[in-house]
């Protein structure tokens, strides 16, 4: 796609963008801005956002895009619940993967891959089966870190906005796109913003 064209595309999706897909973007931002903070808000903005991100993908037909803001529905309530604090325990502190954590980091993304590959090619009209997988998958894993508090979810999370940002253009959702260009921006500056609180923990 040209300069051009991807400007004019771009151009017309502002001018054509409607409340829902605003509300997305902006609680989507919201969301990670307040993931870098380590303010637990994050789980109701990550709602609200997931839910409407939900709907706009599948109508793109980005199915286990779609799917994958599920997941991150069923992970907000989650992490919601695991960052609150209890009456008789601390809030869960910022910790590093351990290798079990890394096991499961590689199963999740793995075998999320190949479940979700499979699906779209076998169940879906996808014209994009294996980068969507691999974007949901990643994110799945990234989703599950941050939920525990792990500071390398970020570069989890990364890896699938990497591979998301392209996709996104080529599914001409521009506005996605550039959100997610953000997210990964706020992302490299949440880990290392995450990795100086958990070695001052530690000192």
């Not at 409607?18 to 902006?26: F, K, P, T, Y």
């Not at 307040?34 to 994050?42: F, P, Q």
């Amino acid at each position: 796609m040209q300069p051009s064209e991807l400007l004019r595309l771009l151009k017309e999706q502002i001018a054509e963008t409607d409340a829902l897909q605003w509300i997305a973007i902006i609680t989507g931002v919201a969301e990670v801005l307040l993931a870098r903070v380590n303010n637990i808000l994050l789980y109701p903005a990550g709602i609200i956002s997931t839910l409407l991100t939900m709907y706009i993908l599948f109508v793109s037909g980005l199915y286990a895009d779609s799917l994958l803001n599920a997941y991150y529905m069923i992970m907000s309530v989650y992490g919601w619940w695991y960052w609150a604090k209890k009456r008789d325990r601390p809030e869960t502190p910022i910790s590093i993967c351990s290798k079990g954590d890394w096991r499961v980091v590689v199963a999740i993304a793995g075998g999320g891959f190949v479940v979700l590959y499979f699906l779209l090619k076998t169940l879906t009209p996808s014209t994009v089966p294996l980068a969507d997988a691999w974007v949901s998958a990643t994110a799945w894993a990234g989703m599950w870190l941050l939920a525990k508090r792990k500071v390398e979810n970020w570069i989890l999370l990364n890896i699938s906005n990497i591979f998301a940002i392209p996709l996104l253009f080529y599914k001409q959702l521009p506005l996605f796109a550039g959100l997610t260009i953000i997210l990964f921006i706020v992302a490299v500056f949440g880990y290392f913003d995450w990795r100086r609180k958990y070695k001052l923990s530690t000192v």
